[in-house]
């Protein structure tokens, strides 16, 4: 009979809820059957086919565990203060303090599951990156140049990467299509994500939760970071010591472009601000965090910050993935085909 039952609850953004999946799978390891867990979440998908978890209901001897406001808060405030302490770290600690339970971290990174056809059976074919140029206008603040996005993948298509571009369509979501790619955006659920970021070569993307999936699998990952936030909460590498000491190290580090110490505004730690400009839709408490240095480009507004991020950044951070054999060196194609149509994959024609 286990010691004790637990329901964690949760409710925030994927990338957020992505780093509850470290805590379960770290008490599990540790203490094996002694405790039993289960998670209450927005978003299930994360939690499929985890072999941690113990369904369990509210009743005499579970206990329910609230973490909305005791964990990722505080953890933040922490943060903001200029503690060095990394985002999927901020449960077990929270988790030590609500009951006693000391939980090392064991892996610097989260923890999913895919089930063997989803391993064995990619939605899309041959090898890809996958590009996220968009994101939610409640952080616009974490935007790229869209030009910039484009160029991108035109200087990286001559030399055999291909490009599927991912992003939802929900309330609040922008994502400009890209020429050149496969655009999936609105076609994926959480699932076909997860199994097109474990089938690619790599993300290139914002500070968004598809880095956190790309870091769940041990994914090349290029982060167009800025100053909004401390690379030490977000960035996954052995440069920060913000794993703890029981942790292992960073197998496949992220390249996580930053300009933390190189502004006024992000001098010695993140600006933490949410949009560039206001926005007329009645979210106050939005505008009321605006960039302090925003810069005007022929085709938007950017931070200044963002701004400093250039192509030929992004360009070497995804080549330096194949310069230190992390990856196979790409195909490059004949001239006379690099640029053919993209293939549609499974899960285009499946939505059809």
């Known amino acids: 009979m286990p010691e004790r039952r637990f329901i964690l609850k949760f409710q925030m953004a994927p990338g957020d809820v992505a780093m509850l999946t470290s805590l379960v799978r770290d008490l599990r390891l540790t203490y094996g059957d002694r405790y039993e867990v289960d998670v209450r979440t927005n978003f299930p998908a994360l939690w499929r086919h985890n072999p941690h978890l113990t369904p369990l ?75 996220v140029p968009g994101g939610k206008d409640d952080t616009t603040c974490k935007f790229w140049s869209q030009a910039r996005w484009q160029e991108l993948v035109d200087r990286l298509r001559p030399w055999g990467l291909r490009f599927v571009q991912e992003g939802a369509t929900k309330k609040r979501c922008i994502h400009p299509p890209l020429r050149n790619v496969l655009n999936l955006v609105g076609m994926t ?38 100053g909004r936030e401390e690379p030490w909460w977000e960035e996954y590498s052995n440069d920060w010591q913000a794993f703890g000491p029981s942790c292992g190290p960073v197998r496949v580090p992220h390249r996580y472009l930053h300009t933390l110490g190189q502004m006024a505004c992000c001098q010695k730690r993140g600006c933490w601000r949410c949009r560039v400009v206001p926005l007329r839709d009645g979210s106050a408490r939005y505008n009321e965090k605006l960039c302090l240095m925003p810069v005007r480009t022929p085709t938007q507004i950017l931070p200044r910050c963002m701004q400093a991020v250039e192509v030929d950044h992004v360009v070497e951070a995804v080549f330096w993935y194949y310069e230190q054999g992390f990856l196979p060196p790409p195909q490059a194609p004949s001239r006379d085909n690099w640029l053919r149509e993209e293939p549609l994959s499974s899960v285009a024609n499946a939505r059809k």
Request: proline content about 7%; hydrophobic content about 40%.
């Open 57 to 131: 209901q509210k009743g005499p001897g579970v206990e329910d565990i609230d973490l909305q406001r005791k964990a990722y808060l505080p953890a933040l405030a922490a943060v903001q203060r200029g503690e060095r302490i990394h985002f999927v770290r901020a449960f077990h600690r929270t988790f030590r303090e609500l009951t006693g339970v000391p939980v090392p971290l064991l892996y610097p990174r989260p923890d999913f599951h895919l089930s063997e056809e989803e391993k064995a059976t990619p939605l899309v074919g041959g090898r890809y990156w996958i590009v």
């Open 189 to 226: 659920s959480v699932r076909d994500l997860m199994r097109n970021i474990y089938h690619a070569e790599g993300v290139v993307c914002g500070v968004t939760s598809m880095m956190h999936i790309a870091a769940g699998f041990e994914k090349p990952c290029v982060v167009l970071a800025g």
